[in-house]
């Protein structure tokens, strides 16, 4: 296998494992006033903001790089309308624009978008402590103490904030979250729950979903879930779909061949092959924009994403990974790379794609210069959703179509309601991708601070802007990028107020936060529509 296969993300993920396993030395504690779990976008604002107000600020991370997922492929800023965006997480784009010459940057390449957090956490003065894996947290009275880490590392602090993707400091300290879609009588909601139509990123052609044709009995065919439909608007444990968000070019000096996995099987790609062969049937020609979403950036790269019934989204393969074991996550994520070197194999070498299609796949490759540890791999899996937090205030689909008013907002939130398929079944013979939801047309709105503190009964002294507490479609809407760092730093600011005040973050007095939130440049108010 070539050497960008041997320098694989779960090979590199393995060393990270290895890296945060304890190999005897002595364990070291390390104290500061503020502990930041997870260095996402979300977790450096936090940091950084914390760090310059002249707080002790540590930041841990499980991997080797800060960022998530906007150092991480994520190179098409989702946010719906910028100038909702203001404090640090503006002053990210414009510096990104300051590299490329301009204003601002939404559009990234993702190791530009590396350094430029690397910067404001060195000018900042944040020491960032990599590989380090969550073992125990010790808590008293509902407050954290401590956290320990695989390698023995104990981090000590009055405040912590819980900055990752999956929310595992946030269940250690046995705070409520919630793992699926809600149905959507629990909120009040027309959006969560299984859905009775999904027209967007759907099979457009009929075509048969059995291993032997027109034998049920047979079984599926790979990449199809043996589940029943389900009742539209009723709950269950589905996430919306995860993928990786590929930085491709067709450079030649800058590109490397998307090697296959190591055990590349066509024939697990026979769903896909069916579903060409039923494009192409009528005389219609195909195209590789059918299967793939290319998003130019800066220097001829590229954000790949999901597009169409077959893509990069890897449908039913994030089972388990929310409240997985380390062991179990490495498994799935080695699943998704393998999903997606077979997919875009097979479009570019199977003899049941059409010539011009496998020539278009053949013409692009992974960067050189992007992700160099994982030979051009994303060494950010896209977790467009994990746990979510239940607290004494539940974001949910009222907040986004109504705007409505909140007494303690944080900031802005300002995309469309947005759900990835979060299944793919099989209802009256055909094959069908549920779950995809794409709702906008409403302005900005508030997130309330109520939404990122836990039950006081549960933990008092830590927060929570990534895995916020929200239901499965309002979070659809708040999960962008932006949105997340801007929660960062104003959870951050919150945890500011509650050691100045000596008190619980449940109990800081609002109209300081809100002081101290105008100051940063936050902006925490639309002007509402006059039929609202």
Known sequence: MKLSRARSLFAFMAAVWLCASPRG?????????????????????????AAREGRKVVLTEFGAHVGGMTAGGLSQTDIGNKSAI???????YQRMGRHYGADEAWKLEPSV?????????????????FHQRLASVATNHARLQSLTMADGTIFQAPLFIDASYEG???????VSYMVGREANAVYRETLDGIRALTPKHQFTVPFDPYLR?????????????DQPPGQAGQGDSSVQVYN???CLTQNPTNKLPIDPPVHYDPARYELLARYIEALVAPGQPVSLRQFIDIQPMPRGKTDINNNGGFSTDFIGGNAGYAEGSDTERARILRAHEDYTRGFLHFLATSPRVPPALRAEMQSWGLCKDEFTDTGGWPHQLYIREARRMVSDYVMTENNCRYSIVLPDPIG?????????????IVRDGRVENEGDVQVGGFPPYQISYRSIVPRESQCKNLLVPVCLSASHIAYGSIRMEPVFMVLGQSAAIAAGLALDEQVAVQNIHYDELRRRLLAARQILAWPVRPDH
């Open 168 to 174: 595992d400091l946030m269940a250690k300290a046995g």
């Open 25 to 49: 030395r002595a364990a070291q504690t390390v104290q500061c006033d503020l502990c930041v779990f997870g260095a996402t976008s979300a977790g450096v604002a936090a940091a950084v903001e």
């Open 244 to 246: 990786f968000r590929l």
């Open 86 to 92: 203001g404090g640090l997480a503006r002053e990210f």
């Open 213 to 225: 044709p027109g034998d049920p009995s047979s079984g599926l065919l790979p990449f199809i879930q």
């Open 412 to 424: 802005l939130a300002a995309y469309t309601m947005d759900s990835h398929n979060c299944r793919r």
């Open 113 to 129: 978008a590396e350094a430029v957090f690397n910067d404001l956490l060195a000018q900042a003065g944040v020491r960032v402590y």
